[in-house]
């Protein structure tokens, strides 16, 4: 089974950038689809951004379109979320997941087909 953990949150100040990393052991990292997720306190996991197995196709959510970027490097089993132009409604506690069944997708997958997850990390956009 695939084990994700996450790194690179923190503080950053309205309109700066952060890069999220997610290493990835175990199982066949460079088969899944992978995806990140964000929660807030009190709200329902949102999808933010979702890659297929080679990177050839990636979804955003419309709310992050333009400013966010997700990519891997199959290579040392690592994915990765850029974000830039943070605002502060990107405040949110960021988790990265695998969807084991999937290599390649069209559309956004359900949360529900998401069956590996790591254990999330802080970002905190100031205004």
């Known amino acids: 089974q695939v084990q994700l953990v996450e790194s690179g949150g923190g503080l950053a100040q309205a309109g700066g950038s952060l890069r999220l990393s997610c290493a990835a052991s175990g199982g066949t990292f460079r088969q899944y689809v992978m995806g990140w997720f964000r929660q807030g306190p009190g709200k329902e996991r949102e999808f933010v951004a979702a890659i297929t197995w080679d990177g050839g196709r990636t979804l955003y959510a419309e709310s992050v379109k333009g400013r966010f970027t997700i990519s891997r490097d199959n290579g040392v089993n690592m994915l990765y979320l850029q974000m830039n132009n943070l605002k502060p409604e990107d405040t949110n506690v960021y988790s990265c997941?695998?969807?084991?069944?999937?290599?390649?997708?069209?559309?956004?997958?359900?949360?529900?087909?998401?069956?590996?997850w790591g254990q999330g990390t802080q970002v905190t956009v100031s205004s």
């Open positions: 997941a695998a969807a084991t069944r999937w290599s390649v997708i069209v559309n956004i997958l359900p949360t529900s087909e998401y069956d590996r």
